[in-house]
């Protein structure tokens, strides 16, 4: 719940942000000479990037979510066998040994969305997140019934 409420607040400054900066670039645009237009122009692009990131992420956030509540309505969602330290931070070799375990799973059954999903929690936990990611993505693709990419 934690994580929902700062994401939503993240995403709301940005909103702000977004039409603060929106709102400079048609003030640019109204000016009406030519450098001032074509700033103002520049100035719009960039708000509309970054709503475009926003959503992207957020549909990400929402699907990885549904996988993880179809997968724990089914049992199924990974049990935390990391050991930690004293810290409370992730060991590595413990992480490296659930991730091993994780692949081969994933490579058994490479059309499960359930095993990607696990696969995309144990890179996560290894701090390998664009891998994290990824697989995350090809879960959702194989949930959905998209082709998948090589």
């Known amino acids: 719940m934690r994580a929902k409420i700062s994401y939503a607040i993240t995403a709301a400054v940005l909103l702000f942000y977004f039409v603060l900066v929106g709102s400079r670039g048609v003030m640019l645009i109204q000016t009406g ?7 103002g122009v520049a100035v719009l692009i960039l708000p509309v990037i970054g ?10 956030v929402r699907k990885a979510n549904a996988l993880a509540a179809a997968l724990d309505a089914e049992g199924g969602l990974p049990v935390d066998e990391l050991k930690r330290t004293p810290g409370g931070r992730i060991d590595r ?8 375990k994780r692949k081969a799973e994933t490579e058994a059954a490479p059309d499960d969305w359930r095993s990607w999903f696990r696969l995309a929690v144990a890179y996560h936990d290894a701090r390998d997140t664009p891998r994290a990611r990824k697989a995350m993505q090809r879960a959702i693709a194989l949930h959905e019934g998209k082709p998948i990419e090589a």
């Open 33 to 39: 000479t030519l450098l001032t237009v074509t700033f």
């Open 51 to 60: 709503l475009w990131f926003l959503w992207k992420n957020t549909q990400f």
């Open 93 to 100: 070799d413990s992480a490296d040994e659930v991730f091993a």
